[in-house]
């Protein structure tokens, strides 16, 4: 692994630094999953970014990209955070539809839905879970039944990550319904505003809205919205789950600049804090470097060829549990203020920490629980029984 | 491909039959693997071309040291190659050197050669420790190091010669020359003794300031391959547990079905899997000789040897009350894991020193690979 970037590498960090500010809007967006005021924000600085050519950089020149490698992608990413850049509101789409459009979508399909997704023009949630389908997602029983040219998806989708505001999601439906578990089922895209489809949102733990369930009553889909082949839809989301824990969902400048963050705060209360927080802080640094160093070797690999395997799941565990230490780690600085909510008259520079470390709990149970990672990691690389 | 070699030669060697020989003979050098190991270079492998070594680098041999780790290679192997070895081919260079090292003021040849008795005893001497270092290199010679951040010089008894500091020299004092103490370790194949000697002029081989630096640089080298010994500990301890954990049955079903256990080792795999990248960018800019590197030393000690320490810790756990015997080899493996987090650097030291790096080095993602930069 070569640790030295080229100069071709060092001034596009220049070009994506120099462009990034210029264009982040100097104050924080509204979030996108509580309003849609600020869901339509983020797809106004989606537009942005698209017109700019930053949408999604490793994307073919055709799709909205640039054509770059996994290592300007990290190198983009690393100036992304270190911007603070606002969070990107179509990452369903971006991250996990898109490369699973790019390697099983017909040229049809990529034409018509990669580039509105690097625009920003149509946002995408994921429908994948149901109310007895969690852990067990192959347990799923919304159905794709065939009628014509088209789809009629009945069912009830559950824990949809953007869909109270979303365009479109992809879903997955058993389109045979004499099957049973992983064998049967298919990828569906559907229009969140299509006749017979009914979006309740859903309020996460803070009281915002962060997630809907979707219900599906009749929703006719062309079967040119489903991807891959008829009952190929297990395999296919195991693809996207590998990208959605394995190297595009999480970038590790995320918690390289969360480390920085949580120094400067320690160095600003060292006279206050307990001093043995000092090693929870260094360790949530290495942390953040063990994953970032890690996430490079994995790119330089995948450039050469490879493929993304079971490190997809250690990956989820690293970087899920690293950012709750992290984020614990700053609250215990902040001491007793550490409860207090941003409008409190006495809160002072409590920041965003309770917020992200909130939110970091979520961490080990979305893209596939940390338990069911760790069961694949002990039949996959370690070769355990069932 | 110097590392596959080396793998495979260890693991037909270090068979469980071959340690438990060693163990009951209270051995842990074994001349037959030695010779294997020299006859392939790996002794060498550090070592300069002009001492018959290969020359290569620390990426290279962090592979041979992780074998070694893995195999539970007991004796002087990575010591001798890895650290010693190394520094008595830069301490004698540098000494042979001396007209160079005059220029820069340091230098054992020319601090001395005031004489031309004084030259032609130094020529001599130097002449001694080139061929020293060429019988080492070629594995003939056996070396030990007693580098002051260590308290006690391991396999010292079967080595030729010991290097040894005195107020920042290097010092090379033959065996003969020195009163060994055994301090027995817990890990039996580690080989640890006190060493009583008295510095001379003879025994000199570089002025302190030149030595310190080099002791620098072993401590490094000897963190390093600590760390990486610790990551194939680490490894071979899953394993261990994994291949046990898929045979031993209850309740009717092998216990590697049951989640408890499976969630257990896989833990231990998260621990590895990130341990290594950190291993391997150490090696990887072990020469930028600079915070940022020692601080990535320092961090694969720290993660590598915490992997090698809940690896044979959960090995141990899912081998029940087998895994407490001392039929069973899992002891050998935690034990080794106890052994090299004492040697080269504790824990503790290195966090302190990744501390240091965080607080005065810029910090954030486009510092992955920096380097400090030097404000003349």
């Known amino acids: 692994m070569d640790l030295t970037y080229t100069a071709e590498q060092v001034a596009f960090r220049a070009e994506v630094r120099a462009w990034l500010k210029a264009h982040v809007p100097a104050s924080a967006l509204p979030p996108f999953d509580a309003t849609r005021e600020g869901f339509e924000a983020h797809r106004k600085w989606e537009r942005t970014l698209a017109a700019g050519g930053w949408g999604m950089v490793t994307w073919p020149r055709e799709y909205g990209g640039r ?73 799923v029983r919304a159905t794709a039944q065939r009628d014509g040219d088209d789809y009629l998806l009945n069912g009830h989708k559950i824990w949809c990550s953007r869909a109270a505001f979303a365009d479109w999601a992809f879903g997955l439906f058993r389109s045979d319904p004499t099957s049973e578990g992983h064998k049967g089922l298919s990828l569906v895209l559907f229009p969140l505003d299509a006749p017979g489809v009914t979006v309740r949102p859903i309020a996460r733990l803070d009281g915002k809205v962060g997630f809907a369930e979707v219900f599906l009553e009749g929703v006719r889909a062309p079967v040119a919205q489903r991807i891959g082949e008829e009952g190929q839809g297990w395999k296919l989301c195991m693809a996207t789950a590998g990208f959605e824990r394995g190297l595009l969902l999480r970038s590790p400048s995320r918690y ?84 207090l909510l941003p409008q409190a008259p006495d809160a002072g520079d409590v920041g965003t920490w309770l917020d992200d470390y909130l939110f970091s709990l979520a961490g080990p149970i979305y893209a596939g629980t940390n338990e069911i990672q760790r069961n694949i990691i002990a039949e996959r690389m370690l070769g355990l029984p069932r | 491909m110097s590392a596959e070699v080396a793998r495979k030669l260890l693991m037909e060697h270090c068979t469980s039959a071959f340690l438990r020989k060693q163990l009951a003979a209270g051995l842990a050098h074994d001349d037959r693997i030695w010779r294997e190991l020299s006859e392939i270079s790996l002794v060498g492998m550090l070592m300069p071309e002009s001492a018959g070594g290969l020359a290569l680098s620390e990426v290279d041999f962090v592979l041979v040291a992780e074998a070694c780790g893995y195999a539970a290679l007991p004796g002087p192997f990575v010591e001798h190659a890895g650290v010693a070895g190394p520094l008595l081919a830069a301490a004698g260079a540098a000494a042979v050197g001396g007209a160079a090292a005059n220029a820069v003021g340091t230098g054992l040849a020319a601090a001395r050669a005031d004489t031309i008795v004084a030259r032609l005893a130094a020529a001599r001497a130097n002449t001694a420790v080139a061929g020293l270092a060429a019988r080492a290199a070629a594995g003939e010679a056996l070396l030990a190091i007693g580098h002051p951040a260590n308290p006690f ?74 760390a990486a010994q610790c990551l194939g500990l680490a490894q071979r301890a899953v394993d261990l547990g994994v291949e ?56 694969a000690k720290v ?63 486009e510092h992955t690979f920096s380097r400090e930069q030097h404000h003349a």
Not at chain 1, 97 to 125: C, N, S, V
Not at chain 1, 264 to 288: F, G, H, I, K, N
Not at chain 2, 290 to 295: G, I, P, Q
Request: hydrophobic fraction near 45%; charge should be neutral.
């Open chain 1, 67 to 139: 054509g770059l490698d996994l290592i300007q992608w990290l190198i983009f990413e690393e100036e992304y955070y270190r911007a603070g850049a606002p969070g990107r509101v179509n990452q369903n789409g971006l991250f996990l539809l898109g490369p699973t459009l790019m390697e099983f979508g017909t040229p049809e399909q990529k034409a018509r839905f990669l580039p509105a997704m690097a625009r920003g023009d149509e946002i995408w949630a994921q429908a994948w879970s149901e109310p007895q389908a969690g852990s067990d997602l192959a347990a």
């Open chain 1, 256 to 339: 390289q600049v969360a480390a920085a963050k949580l120094v400067e705060l320690y160095q600003q209360q060292a006279e206050r804090a307990d001093p043995t927080l000092e090693a929870a802080v260094t360790r949530a640094w290495m942390d953040a470097e063990s994953y970032a160093l890690s996430i490079y070797a994995t790119a330089s690999r995948l450039i050469q060829g490879g493929k993304i395997g079971a490190e997809s799941s250690t990956n989820k565990i690293f970087w899920s549990e690293l950012d709750i230490a992290l984020q614990r780690t700053a609250l215990s600085i902040l001491g007793a203020r550490a409860e």
């Open chain 2, 153 to 226: 010089v391991a396999d010292a008894d079967t080595a030729e010669a010991v290097l040894l500091e005195h107020k920042g020299e290097v010092h090379l004092v033959s065996r003969r020359a020195v009163r060994l103490t055994r301090e027995e370790s817990i890990d039996p194949f580690r080989r640890l003794f006190r060493i009583d000697w008295t510095a001379s002029p003879d025994t000199r081989l570089t002025n302190g300031a030149l030595g310190r630096s080099l002791w620098e640089e072993a401590f490094e080298r000897g963190a390093l391959f600590a």
């Open chain 2, 244 to 299: 046990y954990v898929k045979s031993r049955k209850q309740f009717g079903k092998p216990i590697g079905s049951y989640q408890a256990v499976k969630h257990l080792l896989a833990s231990v795999q998260v621990k590895i899997e990130f341990a290594r990248p950190v291993l391997y960018a150490a090696a990887a800019r072990f020469s930028q000789h600079d915070c940022f590197s020692r601080a990535l030393i320092s961090h």
């Open chain 2, 303 to 365: 993660v590598a040897s915490e992997a090698a320490e809940v690896g044979a810790r959960a090995a141990l756990q899912v081998h029940g009350a087998m895994g407490y015997s001392w039929e069973v080899d899992v002891h050998l493996f935690l034990k080794r894991a106890l052994a090299l987090e004492c040697a080269w650097g504790l824990s503790s030291f290195h966090r302190k020193r990744i501390t240091r790096r965080i607080l005065t080095q810029p910090l954030g993602p």
